[in-house]
C-alpha cells in the first residue's frame, strides 16, 4: 500500500496562476481532507469529502476548488493563486468515524506551495 | 470560538526523562481526542485516540491523559529518547452530521538530547 500519496511536492506559481494539487489513496477510504498548515498555527480544514460525489468546506475553503468522481482521488484546485496561500498542503484519508470505529488519519506528505 | 492550546515553546529535557506536553482547549465537547506526531518535512502521523469516557491510554512508552472537566490532555513519553525529538499535535474530534471532523492544535516541539 502506498498510503497518501501527493503531487507535486513542490511548487512555485506567481499571483493569479491557477493550478491543481493531486491527493490519492489506495486504502479505500470514505473520508478525504484537505488541510493547510502555516507556521504558529494549527492545521486548518480547507475542504473535505465523505464519499465519490459528497463534498464540503471546512474552515478556510475561499480560494479554493475540490471534486471527488473516485474513491481514491480528491484534487484541490487554487482558483487564482494568492500570495496569502502561501502554504504546507496536507491530504489526509480515513475511514467514515461513528461510535465505536477508529477515525485516525492518514496524511500525505505535503505538498509545499509558494505563491509570488 | 473554539480553541485549542499547546505549548508553543519547544520542550528540552534529557534522554531518559519523562516527556510531558500539555493540550487544553475551550469551547468545545470533544467526543475524542488523539495525538499526532510529525517530523519535519513530512505529514503527521497517527499515534494514540483517547474517547472521552476514558481518562487513560497507554501504548508502549505513551501515555495520554484526557480530562473533560480541566479540558485537557496530558501527552507522556516516558524514558524518551532522542529519536522521540519532534513535533507533537493534538486534535479533537467531534462529529458533524455523522462524520468526524478534527481540529488541531498548532502543536508542540520536543527535543530530547543525548
Known amino acids: 500500500n502506498a498510503g497518501v500519496t501527493q503531487t507535486p511536492k513542490f511548487q512555485v506559481l506567481k499571483t493569479g496562476q491557477s493550478m491543481t494539487l493531486q491527493c490519492a489513496q489506495d486504502?479505500?477510504?470514505?473520508?478525504m481532507s484537505w488541510y493547510r498548515q502555516d507556521p504558529g498555527m494549527g492545521l486548518r480544514l480547507i475542504h473535505y469529502s465523505v464519499g465519490a460525489g459528497i463534498t464540503d468546506q471546512g474552515e478556510v475553503p475561499n480560494g479554493y476548488n475540490v471534486s471527488r468522481s473516485t474513491t481514491e482521488d480528491f484534487p484541490l484546485r487554487l482558483l487564482s493563486a494568492a500570495p496569502s496561500q502561501t502554504s504546507v498542503y496536507f491530504c489526509?484519508?480515513?475511514?467514515?468515524?461513528?461510535?465505536?470505529?477508529?477515525?485516525?488519519?492518514?496524511f500525505g506528505p505535503g505538498t509545499r506551495l509558494t505563491v509570488l | 470560538s473554539q480553541k485549542i492550546e499547546q505549548n508553543s515553546e519547544a520542550l528540552n529535557i534529557q534522554e531518559g526523562k519523562t516527556a510531558t506536553l500539555t493540550c487544553n482547549y475551550t469551547n468545545y465537547s470533544p467526543a475524542y481526542l488523539q495525538w499526532y506526531r510529525q517530523d519535519p518535512g513530512r505529514g503527521p502521523v497517527f499515534l494514540l485516540l483517547i474517547r472521552e469516557n476514558e481518562k487513560e491510554k497507554r501504548k508502549e512508552r505513551l501515555k495520554v491523559t484526557f480530562d473533560t472537566t480541566l479540558k485537557q490532555s496530558l501527552f507522556h513519553i516516558t524514558a524518551s529518547q532522542p529519536a522521540d525529538s519532534a513535533t507533537y499535535l493534538c486534535?479533537?474530534?467531534?462529529?458533524?452530521?455523522?462524520?468526524?471532523?478534527?481540529?488541531f492544535g498548532a502543536g508542540t516541539r520536543l527535543a530530547v538530547h543525548p
Open positions: 486534535a479533537l474530534v467531534g462529529f458533524s452530521g455523522g462524520y468526524n471532523k478534527l481540529i
Open positions: 486504502m479505500n477510504h470514505e473520508y
Open positions: 489526509a484519508s480515513s475511514s467514515v468515524g461513528t461510535s465505536g470505529r477508529r477515525v485516525e488519519q492518514f
